[in-house]
């Protein structure tokens, strides 16, 4: 089978994540997708994270609603910390020797892919799936001949967004499933939070 993998800190998932998701489903040569839920993202500032365990919820929540083959992957959280896709990646095929794995990426991911772990290694092992996320996606080199550009919705959306407008007492249904948006809710997620980095990925 060949499953496309949608890295990503889902903090919090929101309906940008599930619409890429399906137009890859629906467009290209994936039969699943998974959501790996990366518990700290070496880019990221670890503490505006949710904790580890309320984030897969979310998404178990979302999915409930969605299609099917959109799953959760929950193998970083095993793992050692910070993740990097390339340890994910190879523990995974040693996990899923039948699969074939699809990395997918947002399109301003490309800047700094060159600074991640063993990069001529991952960029020659694996093929990558590229998303927009501007209108400059379309103009950017592509490291290999494994690369393809998703020409796929362009979403002015992101999970930052979405705490900031959670943070500020606003109305998130909109930009989520609805049980997912009542956890948040139930849990108090994001209220007091002040978001001080810039999302890297959708």
């Known amino acids: 089978m060949r499953i496309g993998l949608f890295f990503g800190s889902y903090n919090p998932l929101h309906v940008g994540h599930l619409i890429i998701a399906d137009y890859v489903l ?38 409930d609603e969605v299609d099917s083959r959109i799953k959760l992957c929950e193998v970083e959280l095993s793992m050692p910390r910070p993740s990097y896709t390339i340890d994910t990646l190879r523990h995974l095929a040693t996990l899923h020797p039948n699969h074939e794995f699809v990395v997918m990426l947002g399109s301003d991911c490309l800047d700094t892919l060159p600074g991640w772990k063993d990069y001529q290694s991952l960029i020659s092992g694996w093929d ?37 407008v959670i943070a500020a007492g606003g109305e998130a249904l909109g930009y989520m499933p609805s049980d997912e948006w009542i956890y948040i809710k139930r849990l108090g997620l994001y209220r007091n939070q002040k978001n001080t980095c810039n999302a890297r990925k959708i």
């Open 26 to 63: 629906d467009f290209y040569d994936v039969q699943e997708i998974w959501l790996v839920l990366s518990p700290q993202n070496p880019m990221k500032d670890a503490e505006i994270l949710a904790p580890d365990e309320e984030r897969a919820e979310m998404i178990r929540l979302a999915l």
């Open 128 to 164: 990558f799936y590229i998303y927009p996320r501007s209108p400059q996606a379309y103009y950017k080199a592509l490291p290999s001949p494994r690369f393809t550009l998703v020409d796929a919705p362009i979403l002015g959306i992101s999970s930052t967004q979405v705490r900031e």
